[in-house]
């Protein structure tokens, strides 16, 4: 069967611009969540976010791109040609990948509200003739899409997926499918995600996932798996893996970071939507086939680098998954999770975690969860805590991802 | 300001480079300007020139110069 590989990744985050930026702060432990100056947060529960304040259109976009596109765009326009120049991949039919065999995947939970929401005040304030011809194609998800396929020149597949916070997963788990199918040599395939403006975040206050208690001190707002989680903080942010077939980057010389052998997909389908299976059956079957198609036992694990919401009962029930699925070995494979450091970024949530496991990989260092002082009571998995672990010949990384309304995706990434 | 500084005004906000400008530039072929920013231009062009743009006239205009005749002669006509 047709292996799938990472061969680049591209990031712009609340870390910074760069892969590296955000690897560094991920094995910091430390958070860079921040109280929110993008609009007036006083109003609301939540006051804090990740900001990606190092990313400055301007600095990477022309006016004439900008004015007809939204920030979610902009950052994922950055961030998947970052990870093209990091693949070295040239999608070109005469000097190197014939566009029609690329492909370009893409998470987004929110859409391009910065942008919509200043236009719908000029539509009622001013009527309809001060609104932004661009309206309609800067606010909708697959805004980013469209944009990175006519600026690198991408025929082949191409979709965009909405299912919450695992979405990014979705999006590179169909760029997987695709490739072993034989449709395409390579995907570009990531996320995106741009909440902070003030009817996005009030969509985010009433989805009822984000902490109240973290205004006072933000920087340890995020607690996932710790006795004080509270919920999530979410963050804006852009990062886009390049994935080839193993065929193909071996024959171009690509530089391969880590091989993507296992993956599976599931839905809680638990009442009400808006909570997630509470002893964590359902994800825990996703984990067990997950590691079964990348041909693995819970004994060859490595790592689990966990979603960590840190919303307490998607913790718990994700605690009771780990425990059901690694059997025997759940106490002692480590347990990490890195959205603590930066924010969780929705639909980029599932591709910065892949970046963020290759590292671990290739350094053989596992990043501690920030904010975890104490596991709440009967959490008791190897949680990474206070400062990285040297893991030296770590080789496979089970990656959680998983959604509102109950939705379960799991990677295995192996090197 | 006359016609043509205005319109290199209206187009610098737009966020074009001014200095790619002159009478000859061609819109479509040579700025790429498709449908929609033509629409944003017209909005622009009646919000400071006193006159209504026709959109089908517009988007038969070849030229930079030719939009600055456009406006002009609309001036006229309108007065």
């Known amino acids: 069967?047709?292996?799938?590989?990472?061969?680049?990744?591209?990031?712009?985050?609340?870390?910074?611009?760069?892969?590296?930026?955000?690897?560094?702060?991920?094995?910091?432990?430390?958070?860079?969540?921040?109280?929110?100056?993008?609009?007036?947060?006083?109003?609301?529960?939540?006051?804090?976010?990740?900001?990606?304040?190092?990313?400055?259109?301007?600095?990477?976009?022309?006016?004439?791109?900008?004015?007809?596109?939204?920030?979610?765009?902009?950052?994922?326009?950055?961030?998947?040609?970052?990870?093209?120049?990091?693949?070295?991949?040239?999608?070109?039919?005469?000097?190197?990948?014939?566009?029609?065999?690329?492909?370009?995947?893409?998470?987004?939970?929110?859409?391009?509200?910065?942008?919509?929401?200043?236009?719908?005040?000029?539509?009622?304030?001013?009527?309809?003739?001060?609104?932004?011809?661009?309206?309609?194609?800067?606010?909708?998800?697959?805004?980013?899409?469209?944009?990175?396929?006519?600026?690198?020149?991408?025929?082949?597949?191409?979709?965009?997926?909405?299912?919450?916070?695992?979405?990014?997963?979705?999006?590179?788990?169909?760029?997987?499918?695709?490739?072993?199918?034989?449709?395409?040599?390579?995907?570009?395939?990531?996320?995106?995600?741009?909440?902070?403006?003030?009817?996005?975040?009030?969509?985010?206050?009433?989805?009822?996932?984000?902490?109240?208690?973290?205004n006072a001190q933000p920087q340890a707002a995020y607690r996932p798996f710790d006795h004080r989680h509270g919920g999530t903080v979410i963050g804006e942010g852009s990062v886009f893996l390049v994935l080839e077939s193993y065929e193909h980057a071996r024959g171009r010389g690509a530089n391969i970071l880590a091989e993507l052998t296992g993956w599976a997909l599931n839905t809680d389908g638990y009442m009400p939507y808006y909570t997630s299976e509470p002893h964590g059956r359902t994800l825990s079957a996703a984990i067990q086939r997950s590691l079964d198609r990348a041909g693995i036992t819970a004994a060859e694990l490595g790592c689990v680098l966990a979603d960590g919401s840190g919303v307490p009962r998607e913790d718990a029930a994700e605690v009771l998954a780990i425990k059901a699925a690694l059997g025997t070995r759940a106490g002692r494979i480590p347990v990490t999770t890195a959205k603590a450091a930066f924010g969780h970024l929705l639909g980029s949530a599932a591709s910065a975690d892949v970046a963020i496991a290759a590292q671990m990989m290739t350094l053989g260092l596992i990043p501690p969860v920030a904010n975890l002082d104490q596991p709440a009571a009967g959490f008791d998995l190897d949680f990474v805590t206070a400062a990285p672990r040297t893991a030296a010949g770590l080789r496979h990384v089970l990656v959680i991802s998983r959604g509102l309304g109950g939705v379960n995706a799991c990677l295995v990434l192996s090197r | 300001m006359d016609t043509r500084d205005t319109l290199l005004d209206i187009f610098s906000e737009l966020q074009f480079e001014s200095r790619e400008i002159d009478d000859s530039t061609r819109l479509k072929a040579e700025l790429g300007i498709d449908s929609t920013e033509l629409a944003e231009i017209s909005v622009a062009i009646e919000q400071r020139f006193p006159i209504v743009v026709d959109d089908g006239e517009l988007q038969r205009l070849e030229t930079f110069g030719d939009v600055i005749k456009y406006i002009e002669t609309a001036r006229y006509q309108q007065l």
């Open chain 1, 1 to 214: 069967m047709t292996r799938v590989v990472l061969t680049g990744v591209g990031a712009v985050t609340p870390a910074g611009v760069g892969a590296g930026p955000l690897w560094e702060r991920v094995v910091s432990g430390r958070s860079c969540i921040r109280r929110i100056d993008r609009f007036d947060p006083a109003s609301y529960r939540c006051q804090v976010a990740g900001q990606a304040d190092a990313f400055a259109a301007k600095d990477w976009l022309a006016g004439r791109f900008m004015k007809r596109t939204d920030r979610f765009t902009h950052l994922a326009v950055v961030a998947a040609e970052a990870a093209c120049r990091d693949a070295g991949l040239v999608v070109d039919s005469a000097e190197g990948t014939r566009p029609e065999r690329v492909g370009l995947m893409v998470g987004n939970v929110l859409g391009g509200w910065e942008f919509a929401e200043q236009e719908l005040r000029d539509l009622w304030a001013h009527g309809s003739k001060e609104v932004s011809p661009y309206q309609a194609t800067a606010w909708f998800p697959a805004a980013p899409q469209g944009n990175i396929c006519i600026r690198l020149g991408i025929k082949g597949r191409a979709r965009t997926f909405v299912c919450d916070r695992a979405s990014g997963a979705y999006a590179l788990i169909h760029a997987a499918e695709t490739i072993v199918r034989n449709q395409a040599d390579a995907v570009i395939a990531g996320g995106t995600e741009q909440p902070l403006s003030p009817y996005a975040w009030l969509c985010c206050q009433t989805g009822g996932f984000l902490t109240a208690a973290g």
